[in-house]
């Protein structure tokens, strides 16, 4: 089935989650389909109330919003998409260019909640399919596993690489740990350059200490410091200490999900790093890649029923 084709026919309905008006507009724009913000009442007593202003009978409802700040974001969700299929929605969607909860997979201490698979159980019993970018897979290995909707993981790292050509010159791609290095690794593919990973050891949420255990001189090579989540910047302040060490050049930082917290990124610079640049999946200042045409594909894809994607959608 050509998937421009089942979007057509199902006349497909972009809604815009609170703070996703402009990522709902330029989906919309690119899909060719309409777009309604989600209406949004909170009670003084704390509860929420929800309406979908557009028609719903028949079309596919495409809910669209990054997860960040996810316990104020998820019941109106949740309500938005029992209301779709209340009121005669073919089927029922989310994009979410930054998915939470995937950081607990598993029970680290005795008594603690696996949240990436419960989350995934309290999305997938009201949604037909969900679309990401570069979801936080660690012992997971795909979404599939936990997710048992219609997934599609895109991956940011071909966008990445297109910018690092374009703006780089003699890039050096540089991991903050081991468990980066096989995104790395595809990142400097794409982009050319030469690679490495350091060594972390993380001691608390701001306690981080990063090592470069052994290094090549890489003269004429600018460091270019890559990690998927952005947020209290603990992790590349430590890298960027190891790597003034080492006495490299000041790097530049790439993140894709910018949940930076409120001084991470006056820290950064402070730092000296040169420039910090993240993808566009959640709202910041920084945002320097933009992924929505990826983000398109992938929605034409999940609501064509075209079967689960768990690798990159390039």
Not at 143 to 161: D, F, K, N, S, V
Not at 216 to 225: A, D, K, M, N, S
Not at 240 to 259: D, E, F, Q, R, S
């Amino acid at each position: 089935m050509n998937p421009d084709t089942a979007v057509e026919r199902t006349g497909m309905l972009i809604v815009a989650l609170p703070g996703a008006a402009q990522l709902a507009a330029r989906l919309a724009r690119l899909l060719r389909c309409d777009w309604s913000e989600l209406w949004l009442h909170r009670f003084p007593d704390g509860e929420t109330l929800v309406r979908i202003d557009a028609p719903v009978k028949g079309r596919c409802v495409v809910l669209a919003g990054s997860l960040h700040r996810p316990d104020d974001k998820t019941l109106p969700l949740l309500f938005a998409a029992d209301a779709a299929r209340d009121l005669g929605a073919s089927q029922v969607g989310l994009v979410a260019p930054y998915l939470a909860y995937m950081r607990q997979d598993r029970r680290f201490n005795e008594g603690e909640a696996i949240t990436s698979r419960s989350y995934a159980r309290l999305l997938s019993s009201s949604l037909d399919f969900l679309v990401t970018v570069d979801p936080h897979l660690h012992r997971w290995q795909s979404l599939g596993e936990i997710y048992p909707i219609r997934t599609q993981a895109i991956a940011a790292a071909p966008l990445i690489a297109r910018w690092l050509r374009s703006h780089v010159d003699n890039p050096l791609v540089i991991g903050p740990d081991q468990e980066s290095g096989q995104w790395v690794a595809e990142v400097a593919r794409l982009a050319g350059a030469p690679w490495t990973v350091l060594t972390k050891t993380r001691r608390g949420d701001r306690d981080v200490r990063v090592t470069l255990a052994g290094h090549e001189p890489w003269p004429g090579r600018t460091p270019v410091l890559l990690d998927d989540i952005i947020s209290t910047g603990a992790t590349l302040l430590a890298a960027t200490a190891a790597l003034k060490k080492a006495g490299m050049a000041p790097p530049l930082c790439i993140g894709v999900h910018a949940l930076f917290d409120a001084d991470a990124l006056q820290q950064l610079r402070d730092a000296g790093v040169t420039r910090v640049l993240t993808c566009d999946t959640i709202p910041h200042a920084s945002n320097a890649i933009r992924l929505t045409p990826l983000l398109a594909r992938a929605v034409r894809a999940a609501a064509s029923g075209t079967p689960r994607v768990n690798t990159a959608l390039t």
